[in-house]
């Protein structure tokens, strides 16, 4: 697998495992910690896309929130797997929340200077397809693909660094580069969960 922060996923969960338990027998549901999570990351956006250009600060509060929505989403899938919540609606909350709430924290970068909002919308578009690859691995006979660069973790590790210091501080023009090499990077991200699923698929048949 390509470098990417989703091979720390199991000893994140088994941090978690504990609260997970206690969440399950509490009565808490996967599709609820979903449903939620989803809700708050497009109230955040939308909060950002509003006011975020004119007040740069309030993008300090995205750190925090990706953190919490990382550990969230560890934790429906958990719930899922290991208390006998797996649904069909479940899987299409899952990736749809997921993608939902991607353009909705990261689409309001956009008005943050000195980033062009052209090239905010290509690395949300190209992240929106790359999750599209990696999920349609499945429809060929291999497994959910998340080979990076820039996959779901890494995004959150970038765009948290970036809103940390946008809260703390202006932002330097210099930094107008980055958007373009996390487009380059999730481009070359699409092709990794392409090719590594044909590779997977043929060596099952």
């Not at 206690?22 to 808490?28: F, K, L, N, T, V």
């Not at 109230?43 to 250009?53: E, H, I, R």
């Not at 809103?163 to 023009?173: E, F, K, N, V």
Request: aromatic letters at 8%; charged letters at 15%; a positive charge.
């Amino acid at each position: 697998m390509a470098l990417t922060l989703y091979a720390l996923k199991p000893r994140f969960q088994a941090l978690l495992r504990p609260l997970v338990g206690g969440m399950a027998a509490a009565g808490i549901t996967a599709n609820q910690v979903t449903v939620a999570t989803a809700a708050v990351s497009v109230s955040l956006g939308l909060l950002l896309a509003a006011f975020g250009g004119e007040r740069p600060a309030l993008f300090g509060l995205l750190p925090a929130w990706l953190a919490l929505r990382m550990a969230l989403n560890a934790i429906d899938g958990m719930l899922a797997r290991e208390f006998g919540q797996r649904s069909r609606l479940g899987a299409f909350l899952n990736e749809l929340g997921d993608l939902v709430s991607d353009a909705a924290l990261y689409l309001p970068f956009a008005v943050l200077a000195p980033f062009h909002p052209g090239w905010v919308a290509a690395v949300v578009v190209l992240a929106m397809v790359g999750e599209a690859a990696g999920i349609l691995g499945q429809t060929i006979g291999a497994e959910r693909r998340y080979d990076g660069p820039l996959g779901k973790s890494d995004r959150a590790l970038v765009f948290g660094a970036i809103a940390l210091w946008a809260g703390l501080a202006p932002l330097p023009d210099w930094l107008g580069w980055a958007m373009p090499v996390l487009a380059a990077l999730a481009a070359l991200g699409i092709v990794n969960r392409v090719r590594r699923a044909l590779a997977q698929a043929e060596g099952r048949r």
